[in-house]
Nanobody
Framework: QVQLVESGGGLVQAGGSLRLSCAAS????????MGWYRQAPGKQRELVAW?????????NYADSVKGRFTISGDNAKNTVYLQMNSLKSEDTAVYYC???????????????WGQGTQVTVSS
């Protein structure tokens, strides 16, 4: 079994910063990609950012967060981070960690979700 555990959410004023963390644990052989999604009340879940594992560490960001958010990873710890700066009220949402994980060599990749962490930005 695999678990993704997020931390770091909370309440912050507009213009402030927060850092989210997501640690994957359990039966893990390899992780190919980790990312963050968010869902605001009444809206669909949307991609925030993702990063590939391994040496390249390629990243991708939603246009709405480019220049403000930075995703990074620690492969040795199976952990991904999201540094969020210059936060706006429209960033308020539940943030979910997501990962593509292979539990054994030769296994198919399985997509996992964390339980979510609330980020609230007050204006």
């Amino acid at each position: 079994q695999v678990q993704l555990v997020e931390s770091g959410g909370g309440l912050v004023q507009a213009g402030g910063s927060l850092r989210l963390s997501c640690a994957a644990s359990g039966n893990i052989f390899s992780i190919t990609l980790m990312g963050w999604y968010r869902q605001a009340p009444g809206k669909q879940r949307e991609l925030v950012a993702w990063i590939t594992s391994g040496g390249s560490g390629s990243t991708n960001y939603a246009d709405s967060v480019k220049g403000r958010f930075t995703i990074s990873g620690d492969n040795a710890k199976n952990t991904v981070y999201l540094q969020m700066n210059s936060l706006k009220s429209e960033d308020t949402a539940v943030y979910y960690c997501n990962a593509n994980i292979r539990s054994r060599s030769g296994d198919y990749l399985t997509n996992y979700w964390g339980q979510g962490t609330q980020v609230t930005v007050s204006s």
